[in-house]
């Protein structure tokens, strides 16, 4: 039996692109360094995936920054005013990515927006209405080239021109039916160049078709494809779908002139049913995806050869593939020195996950599972289970009365108290929560965990931090402050690390965007609070100003939704495990005279079902009340927020309202502020903070930039309603630029009250 990569992680073991891009950034290493980290990378990656045996390796795979926006610079996607700054081909790219602002000129970056239900993170294209859809680059030749001279077969992959079109922003009045014809001779072009080179397969990803697609959609698809596939020559093409089932077109794609198709077995609810009950073409390869490319458990042999098994006796010519890239999950396991093997030999990462398709394999095609020792040890390990329930965490759970996710007084009625209490002007200031995380701050950080230095002389450094950082707002006149976070590593980890039931790593890192990377902490059992999280630290701040200071707390969605989570329990257990720990620490910052406390849940729209039919019943109807339960039972006094960032929320804006916070703030500069007009459609009732500046780019907004953002907020939301603040915390920003940008917010929120 065959096996087959989606695709591969590109960070490196040691996050080495992420350390060369950023030093490429600085203007430490030039290009041709950063280049040379790039290519000793993907020679390694691909040499890993030939060493394990496994027969697909992928080709192209591989970004600086972000595939779809690698795809978008291939096809010449490229808006004009990139163009119009000057900068070579890869400064152009790190632009649209990361906005520029120099001698050149100064533009904002592309909008940013959540990979469908993962916590990766892809630059949306921007289409005007002068693009010229076209073949304009040579990466995916090169990097398939670069593979063949290490004498490594591979197929080249490609977001698809479904997806492109349908993921792209267009600014003007075409759309995408109006590059069709476009999109067709480029990705034809494709075709011919790899057919050139010699190359046997191509791997178009098409994960827009797991959502809902109606007829018009269909009807696109087909002429797309039709067309695209006139171009196909000698190379084969394999249309890899990921993240659910493909229910809506299964008739469609499967009549395609398509050598293979890539269906998800794990989170495709329906793609063993499709099969059963529509059979699967003799003249085309299924490409099976069993090996889980989202979680770090081992994969349960067991099961999966039943898979297996069933496929082969309905005829079909099966390849055992990885469910979605592997960018998704860590490097490898042999980095975790410090985990123990009770706990390492149920987790297989990137690494691992290629032997256990190799072994898969050979298992599926000896037909005697019993002789293989790796399927012994497999099914031992499933038998025994693990330990990790907590029986106090059981009684809790069905102790909870239906009345503990409602708070009281109602919304309106709290609104006025609290302005009373709080005494905020209009248009208050505030931030994220997060300040700089700057060299100082690391390294105490990690002088502590080492043992190199004192609890007392960890918590002196970071109460000067904190005191510093009060005096600092202060002076510039912020209007409701925080304590900067700066004794916290990552707004998931440093929670867990409080709750029982958690296991950390040392290594385990998974890219978010671009160059910041994330090590989700893993759910090993049942979940409750040790002891206070926050509330020493919160409680400190507090008592250095007069000022209301943010109690700084991450919801249970998120903490779930940025875990590796269990696979033995649901979804909803385990997130009203969570939400009852932090419900314990919210109470415990109320008693310590926090007035203020942000509860965040970034991660929201993560596990959102993709199939609009679902989003209640299977997610929203467990996900809304699990924060509703983590600040029921404040005083009415007590103000609650919640920060939200980089996901589509329009849609779901009344669940969003229906979490009964008293203030949300979310990212909207990116994405031009559009979130404003479903705010004002579905009259939503929460005071609301759309970002007035992005984050995550390192320019430094005007004073004119933010007041303008600031006017149009105005007529979409009411004055009394509206906070200003920057779009997300800013622990990845320099400092010097972080004190100028607050500075021009403050300015420009006294020029709006003046306007008032």
Same mark, same amino acid.
């Given at each position: 039996?065959?096996?087959?990569?989606?695709?591969?992680?590109?960070?490196g073991?040691?996050?080495?692109?992420?350390?060369?891009?950023?030093?490429?950034?600085?203007?430490?290493?030039?290009?041709?360094?950063?280049?040379?980290?790039?290519?000793?990378?993907?020679?390694?990656?691909?040499? @890993?995936?030939?060493?394990?045996?496994? #027969?697909?390796?992928?080709?192209?795979?591989?970004?600086f920054?972000?595939?779809?926006?690698?795809t978008?610079?291939?096809?010449?996607?490229?808006?004009?005013?990139?163009?119009?700054?000057?900068?070579?081909?890869?400064?152009?790219?790190?632009?649209?990515?990361?906005?520029?602002?120099?001698?050149?000129g100064?533009?904002?970056?592309?909008?940013?927006?959540k990979?469908?239900?993962?916590?990766?993170?892809?630059?949306?294209?921007?289409?005007?209405?002068?693009?010229?859809?076209? &073949?304009a680059?040579?990466?995916i030749?090169?990097?398939?080239?670069?593979?063949?001279?290490?004498?490594?077969?591979?197929?080249?992959?490609?977001?698809g021109?479904?997806?492109?079109?349908?993921?792209?922003r267009?600014?003007?009045?075409?759309?995408?039916?109006?590059?069709?014809?476009?999109?067709?001779?480029?990705?034809?072009?494709?075709?011919?160049?790899?057919?050139?080179?010699?190359? /046997?397969?191509?791997?178009? #990803?098409?994960?827009?078709?797991?959502?809902?697609?109606?007829?018009?959609?269909?009807?696109?698809?087909? /002429?797309l494809?039709q067309? =695209?596939?006139?171009?196909?020559?000698?190379?084969?093409?394999?249309?890899?779908?990921?993240?659910?089932?493909?229910?809506?077109? +299964?008739?469609?794609?499967?009549?395609?002139?398509v050598?293979?198709?890539?269906l998800?077995?794990?989170?495709?609810?329906?793609?063993?049913? &499709?099969?059963? /009950? *529509?059979?699967f073409?003799?003249?085309?390869?299924?490409?099976?995806?069993?090996?889980?490319?989202?979680?770090?458990?081992k994969?349960?042999?067991? %099961?999966?050869?039943?898979?297996?098994?069933?496929?082969?006796?309905?005829?079909?010519?099966?390849v055992?593939s990885?469910?979605?890239?592997?960018?998704?999950?860590?490097?490898?396991?042999?980095?975790? $020195?410090?985990?123990?093997?009770? +706990?390492?030999?149920?987790?297989a990462?990137?690494?691992?996950?290629?032997t256990?398709?190799?072994?898969?394999?050979?298992?599926?095609? !000896?037909?005697?599972r019993d002789?293989?020792?790796?399927?012994?040890?497999? %099914?031992?390990?499933?038998?025994?289970?693990?330990?990790?329930?907590?029986?106090?965490?059981?009684?809790?759970?069905?102790?909870?009365?239906?009345?503990?996710?409602?708070?009281?007084?109602?919304?309106?009625?709290?609104?006025q108290?609290?302005?009373?209490?709080?005494?905020?002007?209009?248009?208050?200031?505030?931030?994220?929560g997060?300040?700089?995380?700057?060299?100082?701050?690391?390294?105490?950080?990690?002088?502590?965990?080492k043992?190199?230095?004192?609890?007392?002389?960890?918590?002196a450094?970071?109460?000067e931090?904190?005191?510093?950082?009060i005096?600092?707002?202060? @002076?510039?006149?912020i209007?409701?402050?925080?304590?900067?976070?700066?004794?916290?590593?990552?707004?998931?980890? +440093?929670?867990?690390? @409080?709750?029982?039931?958690? &296991?950390? $790593?040392?290594k385990?890192?998974?890219? !978010? +965007?671009?160059?910041?990377?994330?090590?989700?902490?893993?759910?090993?059992?049942?979940?409750?609070?040790?002891?206070?999280?926050?509330?020493?630290?919160?409680?400190?701040?507090? @008592?250095?100003?007069? %000022?209301?200071?943010?109690?700084?707390?991450?919801?249970?969605?998120?903490?779930?939704?940025?875990?590796?989570?269990?696979e033995?329990?649901?979804?909803?257990e385990?997130?009203?495990?969570?939400?009852?720990?932090?419900r314990?620490?919210?109470?415990?910052?109320?008693?310590?005279?926090?007035?203020?406390?942000?509860?965040?849940?970034?991660?929201?729209?993560?596990?959102?079902?993709?199939?609009?039919?679902?989003?209640?019943?299977?997610?929203?109807?467990?996900?809304?009340p699990?924060?509703?339960?983590?600040?029921?039972?404040v005083?009415?006094?007590?103000?609650?927020?919640?920060?939200?960032?980089?996901?589509?929320?329009?849609d779901?804006?009344?669940?969003?309202? *229906?979490?009964?916070?008293?203030?949300?703030?979310?990212?909207?500069?990116? !994405?031009?502020?559009l979130?404003?007009?479903a705010?004002?459609?579905?009259?939503?009732?929460?005071?609301?903070?759309?970002?007035?500046?992005?984050?995550?780019s390192?320019?430094?907004?005007?004073?004119?930039?933010?007041?303008?953002?600031?006017?149009?907020?105005? #007529?979409k939301?009411? #004055?009394? /309603?509206?906070?200003?603040n920057?779009?997300?915390?800013?622990?990845?920003?320099?400092?010097?630029?972080?004190?100028? !940008?607050?500075i021009? &917010?403050?300015?420009?929120?006294?020029? =709006?009250?003046?306007?008032?």
């Amino acid at each position: 039996m065959l096996t087959s990569v989606v695709g591969y992680p590109r960070i490196g073991a040691e996050r080495e692109l992420k350390f060369a891009s950023e030093k490429y950034f600085k203007g430490e290493i030039g290009e041709k360094e950063l280049l040379s980290v790039a290519k000793d990378l993907r020679a390694e990656h691909i040499c @890993s995936q030939k060493n394990a045996g496994i #027969d697909f390796i992928t080709s192209n795979d591989f970004s600086f920054y972000d595939g779809l926006l690698d795809t978008a610079v291939l096809c010449g996607i490229v808006p004009g005013r990139y163009k119009e700054l000057g900068l070579s081909e890869q400064d152009t790219y790190f632009a649209m990515a990361r906005g520029y602002q120099g001698e050149k000129g100064d533009v904002k970056a592309l909008a940013m927006k959540k990979w469908f239900n993962t916590n990766y993170h892809y630059i949306v294209p921007e289409v005007e209405d002068d693009t010229v859809l076209r &073949l304009a680059g040579t990466k995916i030749f090169d990097e398939y080239q670069e593979a063949k001279e290490n004498n490594i077969e591979t197929k080249p992959v490609i977001v698809g021109a479904y997806t492109l079109l349908s993921l792209c922003r267009y600014t003007g009045s075409k759309r995408r039916e109006d590059y069709l014809d476009a999109a067709i001779e480029a990705y034809k072009a494709i075709l011919a160049g790899l057919e050139t080179l010699g190359a /046997k397969w191509i791997q178009f #990803d098409e994960p827009a078709l797991v959502r809902d697609l109606d007829d018009t959609d269909q009807v696109f698809l087909q /002429k797309l494809y039709q067309g =695209i596939l006139t171009g196909k020559g000698n190379v084969r093409v394999l249309l890899q779908t990921y993240f659910g089932d493909v229910r809506d077109v +299964y008739d469609t794609i499967t009549k395609l002139d398509v050598d293979g198709i890539g269906l998800d077995f794990i989170e495709g609810k329906q793609t063993e049913v &499709l099969i059963e /009950k *529509n059979g699967f073409p003799k003249d085309k390869l299924l490409f099976a995806g069993l090996v889980n490319g989202k979680n770090i458990w081992k994969n349960h042999y067991e %099961k999966t050869l039943d898979v297996l098994e069933k496929l082969k006796a309905q005829g079909i010519d099966t390849v055992l593939s990885t469910s979605c890239s592997l960018l998704h999950v860590p490097y490898t396991l042999e980095a975790e $020195t410090k985990l123990a093997e009770e +706990y390492k030999k149920h987790f297989a990462y990137a690494k691992e996950k290629l032997t256990e398709l190799r072994t898969i394999a050979n298992i599926a095609a !000896s037909g005697d599972r019993d002789a293989f020792e790796a399927y012994r040890e497999n %099914k031992e390990l499933f038998e025994k289970g693990r330990d990790c329930e907590d029986k106090d965490v059981q009684k809790r759970l069905k102790a909870i009365r239906e009345e503990d996710y409602t708070r009281l007084p109602e919304r309106t009625e709290r609104e006025q108290i609290q302005k009373e209490a709080l005494k905020l002007p209009k248009f208050p200031t505030t931030t994220i929560g997060s300040f700089p995380q700057t060299k100082d701050v690391k390294k105490n950080r990690s002088s502590f965990r080492k043992g190199e230095i004192s609890e007392t002389e960890y918590k002196a450094f970071n109460r000067e931090k904190i005191k510093r950082a009060i005096e600092w707002q202060e @002076s510039i006149g912020i209007d409701v402050l925080v304590h900067g976070e700066y004794e916290r590593n990552d707004m998931v980890e +440093y929670f867990g690390e @409080s709750l029982s039931g958690y &296991l950390f $790593t040392e290594k385990a890192w998974v890219q !978010s +965007y671009g160059t910041r990377c994330v090590k989700p902490p893993v759910i090993w059992g049942d979940v409750s609070r040790k002891k206070p999280i926050t509330v020493e630290w919160s409680a400190y701040a507090q @008592s250095l100003s007069d %000022k209301p200071v943010k109690g700084m707390l991450t919801g249970p969605v998120t903490i779930l939704n940025w875990s590796f989570p269990r696979e033995d329990i649901s979804i909803r257990e385990s997130m009203t495990q969570i939400a009852l720990a932090i419900r314990d620490e919210v109470l415990d910052l109320e008693k310590n005279g926090i007035r203020i406390i942000q509860i965040d849940e970034a991660a929201l729209r993560e596990k959102l079902p993709l199939r609009r039919s679902d989003w209640y019943s299977e997610y929203l109807d467990f996900a809304i009340p699990a924060f509703r339960l983590v600040h029921s039972g404040v005083k009415a006094e007590t103000q609650i927020h919640t920060h939200m960032c980089y996901s589509e929320f329009t849609d779901i804006i009344p669940a969003i309202d *229906n979490m009964d916070a008293d203030v949300i703030t979310f990212e909207a500069s990116r !994405s031009d502020l559009l979130i404003l007009d479903a705010l004002k459609k579905c009259n939503f009732e929460t005071e609301a903070g759309p970002g007035v500046y992005d984050i995550h780019s390192p320019r430094v907004p005007s004073v004119e930039e933010i007041v303008t953002a600031l006017r149009k907020m105005r #007529d979409k939301v009411a #004055d009394e /309603k509206l906070w200003v603040n920057p779009d997300c915390g800013l622990k990845t920003r320099g400092e010097e630029e972080t004190r100028a !940008s607050l500075i021009n &917010l403050v300015h420009a929120a006294e020029q =709006i009250r003046k306007e008032a």
